[in-house]
């Protein structure tokens, strides 16, 4: 749990490690990675590669928007149409735009998996890779919605849970040609690194180990509980950012504690100090002082990991439907026309009524 | 990323794959030791075009060897991704891998190479420590034999071939296991996938190791079946047949037959007089790795940190491998 290290010093480290005599620990293991050397950021560094893929793409599609003024269909425009178009585009969709309705279609993915049975790993598998796909793809380019099946398919297939594309296809009824077109896209946009660490095997080293720890003060029953509960929380925990920024054993650690906080800390006491958190420092010994440290520091991570965990990027309903909308517009400029001259002719009627074609995010 | 290497020429080819010998491009002209690379093709066009019309998308064993190899790059006996990248102009996914033209398989055949018994401890140790290294990182390899173990020039032996890789799952209160025994090379796969065993782990990996380095000293495969029930024949009657008190459980196995013919299992001194010329360190290292019992069996750290690597004599130098191949 020394994971809290300066990332480049712990990866050299690491990379000595392998091929002394030295134990290997899980956490070497993890900084060697590619999900902590290629999936890894830091909060500032994900906003920026976010917000550039927001700026690229906006201005992509405001010069994809004079080239689809010189078209034959655009001949019918007015001025005031054209401004409008204009505004629409400059908009572009934002980084937290996207990354909203990321979200939303994450949970989709989720709910899919369910629905099929699939194993935790898997799940979280497809989560992931259809959040990482849109970090460097933006929604216009490729709708969340075709992406879904794509991710579960090839997640099941990096998990080892062997489906058929042709019986895939017909469970989730879908075209297998479809599902098959991205890929590759994916694939190449993953960085062609698949193998997550999961929070699923942690989760079951801290049953085991706070069983130990503490022996005949705890209902093994009750243990099992929190255990699922925490379980259900940790997949969920894949909608949220913490998987950029924490090890597995600390995102794990802290759903552990929202699920039970006093039996957690009690168990961190017991493994990490043997005497209470609240002692003065004045009476503490070196080494005792040492531990005292660490154990801070761990709370510390702990604490911000429950911030990001809890943070919610799941729009409401109108946000997602206007974001989703928007998307449509720029796949087909048309379309927004069309609604734009709707809703002038039924401005004039006074009668407000809302967007007659209602985009359903299904 | 494609502008980087130039492919020379076919090396060979498979269902889905060509590999050729390729070179880095000079972009830097300080560069001038340009080694060669293996370039391992992964036809996109093939998958889709199948004539069965069964298009199962990117091969699993393709998504296989990405994955695990992405994340081994830092071990000295495991091969090389340098990189991989797709090529638009033939819809293709490229794997630049280490170029190693030996392996151990061609190098136990050839016959003019006498191995002394540092030889053979430098290359029991470099494989043991190539599959110690996946282990702990929960891999299986499940396709170990001879030709999979490839050889640098710089006498360096490398794992190779993650097509049939898997991650062992052992997390999970409710965790089951439900693995396909359809794996392995017949020769080098033990007795519990052989009984159709679904939930076997790392040891199947250090049964192979076994039968590979026997084959290392005598020269010819030791246990060469000619379909999977006469495999697990040989396997009895070389090694014995298990019984409940040896593995338990073992009747439980979908291919037990009740009806074997039961095989006394070899003492010590049988296994002496088949290995004449091997001490006694490595007679227990080869007995534990051809425990029949999945259970019994050495793991690979136990191996590794068996009396045999730590006595006398020490391994030779890679650079006496390299000597033995150019001989």
């Known amino acids: 749990m020394s994971s809290t290290k300066t990332s480049d010093k712990a990866a050299k480290t690491a990379d000595n490690i392998l091929f002394t005599n030295q134990r290997v620990t899980d956490d070497d293991i993890y900084r060697n990675s590619t999900q902590f050397s290629a999936w890894s950021f830091t909060k500032e560094s994900l906003n920026e590669i976010r917000v550039e893929l927001a700026n690229k793409t906006r201005l992509r599609y405001q010069q994809k928007i004079e080239s689809y003024f010189m078209e034959e269909e655009a001949e019918t425009l007015n001025d005031e149409e054209k401004e409008a178009i204009k505004l629409e585009f400059s908009l572009g969709i934002s980084a937290e735009e996207?990354?909203?309705?990321?979200?939303?279609?994450?949970?989709?993915?989720?709910?899919?998996?369910?629905?099929?049975?699939?194993?935790?790993?898997?799940?979280?598998?497809?989560?992931?890779?259809?959040?990482?796909?849109?970090?460097?793809?933006?929604?216009?380019?490729?709708?969340?919605?075709?992406?879904?099946?794509?991710?579960?398919?090839?997640?099941?297939?990096?998990?080892?849970?062997?489906?058929?594309?042709?019986?895939?296809?017909?469970?989730?009824?879908?075209?297998?040609?479809?599902?098959?077109?991205?890929?590759?896209?994916?694939?190449?946009?993953?960085?062609?690194?698949?193998?997550?660490?999961?929070?699923?095997?942690?989760?079951?080293?801290?049953?085991?180990?706070?069983?130990?720890?503490?022996?005949?003060?705890?209902?093994?029953?009750?243990?099992?509980?929190?255990?699922?509960?925490?379980?259900?929380?940790?997949?969920?925990?894949?909608?949220?950012?913490?998987?950029?920024?924490?090890?597995?054993?600390?995102?794990?650690?802290?759903?552990?504690?929202?699920?039970?906080?006093?039996?957690?800390?009690?168990?961190?006491?017991?493994?990490?100090?043997?005497?209470?958190?609240?002692?003065?420092?004045?009476?503490?010994?070196?080494?005792?002082?040492?531990?005292?440290?660490?154990?801070?520091?761990?709370?510390?991570?702990?604490?911000?990991?429950?911030?990001?965990?809890?943070?919610?990027?799941?729009?409401?309903?109108?946000?997602?439907?206007?974001?989703?909308a928007r998307i449509h517009y720029f796949i087909d400029p048309s379309a927004f026309v069309k609604r734009f001259r709707a809703q002038k002719e039924t401005a004039s009627d006074i009668t407000e009524e809302p967007d007659q074609k209602k985009q359903k995010v299904e | 990323?494609?502008?980087?290497?130039?492919?020379?020429?076919?090396?060979?080819?498979?269902?889905?794959?060509?590999?050729?010998?390729?070179?880095?491009?000079?972009?830097?002209?300080?560069?001038?030791?340009?080694?060669?690379?293996?370039?391992?093709?992964?036809?996109?066009?093939?998958?889709?075009?199948?004539?069965?019309?069964?298009?199962?998308?990117?091969?699993?064993?393709?998504?296989?060897?990405?994955?695990?190899?992405?994340?081994?790059?830092?071990?000295?006996?495991?091969?090389?991704?340098?990189?991989?990248?797709?090529?638009?102009?033939?819809?293709?996914?490229?794997?630049?891998?280490?170029?190693?033209?030996?392996?151990?398989?061609?190098?136990?055949?050839?016959?003019?190479?006498?191995?002394?018994?540092?030889?053979?401890?430098?290359?029991?140790?470099?494989?043991?420590?190539?599959?110690?290294?996946?282990?702990?990182?929960?891999?299986?390899?499940?396709?170990?034999?001879?030709?999979n173990l490839l050889i640098g020039e710089n006498g360096l032996i490398k794992i190779a071939d993650f097509g049939l890789a898997r991650t062992y799952d052992d997390g999970g209160i409710n965790s089951h296991s439900n693995l396909t025994n359809n794996v392995v090379t017949r020769w080098y796969k033990s007795p519990e996938l052989l009984l159709g065993s679904k939930n076997y782990d790392f040891k199947i990996d250090v049964w192979s190791l076994g039968l590979i380095i026997i084959e290392l000293l005598i020269r010819v495969p030791y246990l060469p079946g000619k379909d999977d029930i006469d495999q697990l024949n040989l396997i009895f009657k070389v090694l014995g047949t298990p019984a409940e008190k040896d593995w338990p459980q073992v009747k439980a196995l979908p291919h037990y037959n009740t009806n074997l013919y039961m095989y006394p299992k070899p003492n010590r001194q049988e296994w002496r007089k088949r290995f004449i010329a091997i001490s006694d360190n490595f007679l227990d290292l080869l007995m534990s790795m051809l425990e029949m019992c999945p259970g019994e069996r050495w793991n690979i750290v136990t191996c590794l940190e068996s009396e045999y690597i730590k006595e006398f004599p020490r391994p030779s130098d890679p650079s006496e491998l390299v000597r033995l191949m150019h001989e």
């Open chain 1, 98 to 324: 996207q990354l909203q309705i990321v979200t939303l279609y994450t949970q989709k993915v989720q709910v899919f998996c369910t629905k099929l049975k699939l194993p935790s790993e898997v799940v979280a598998t497809s989560m992931l890779f259809f959040k990482k796909f849109y970090i460097t793809n933006s929604v216009i380019d490729l709708h969340p919605k075709n992406l879904i099946f794509t991710c579960i398919f090839l997640a099941c297939k990096s998990e080892n849970h062997f489906i058929s594309a042709e019986t895939f296809a017909a469970k989730v009824k879908q075209d297998k040609q479809k599902i098959l077109e991205n890929e590759f896209r994916l694939l190449e946009s993953l960085k062609f690194s698949l193998m997550n660490h999961h929070l699923f095997k942690p989760l079951h080293g801290f049953y085991l180990d706070i069983q130990s720890v503490l022996q005949g003060k705890i209902d093994k029953n009750y243990l099992g509980t929190v255990y699922e509960k925490s379980k259900k929380m940790l997949i969920n925990s894949y909608l949220s950012d913490a998987f950029y920024y924490y090890s597995p054993p600390h995102i794990t650690l802290t759903a552990l504690i929202m699920e039970d906080e006093q039996l957690i800390l009690k168990y961190l006491e017991l493994k990490f100090l043997g005497f209470d958190p609240e002692t003065s420092s004045d009476s503490l010994t070196e080494s005792q002082k040492i531990s005292k440290n660490m154990y801070d520091k761990l709370m510390k991570t702990v604490s911000s990991c429950k911030t990001d965990i809890k943070t919610s990027f799941l729009p409401d309903r109108d946000t997602a439907w206007k974001i989703d």
């Open chain 2, 1 to 147: 990323m494609s502008d980087l290497y130039v492919k020379e020429k076919k090396l060979g080819e498979g269902t889905f794959a060509i590999v050729y010998l390729g070179k880095r491009k000079e972009t830097d002209k300080q560069a001038k030791s340009v080694g060669y690379v293996a370039i391992k093709e992964i036809k996109l066009d093939l998958m889709k075009q199948s004539d069965s019309g069964d298009n199962m998308g990117i091969d699993i064993s393709a998504i296989r060897e990405i994955k695990y190899l992405q994340e081994l790059k830092t071990h000295d006996n495991i091969i090389k991704l340098h990189d991989v990248y797709s090529d638009i102009k033939t819809n293709s996914i490229n794997l630049i891998l280490e170029y190693l033209p030996m392996d151990l398989d061609k190098l136990i055949k050839k016959k003019t190479i006498i191995f002394n018994s540092m030889d053979i401890k430098l290359i029991v140790l470099q494989i043991l420590r190539g599959v110690n290294h996946l282990h702990r990182l929960s891999i299986i390899h499940r396709d170990l034999k001879p030709a």
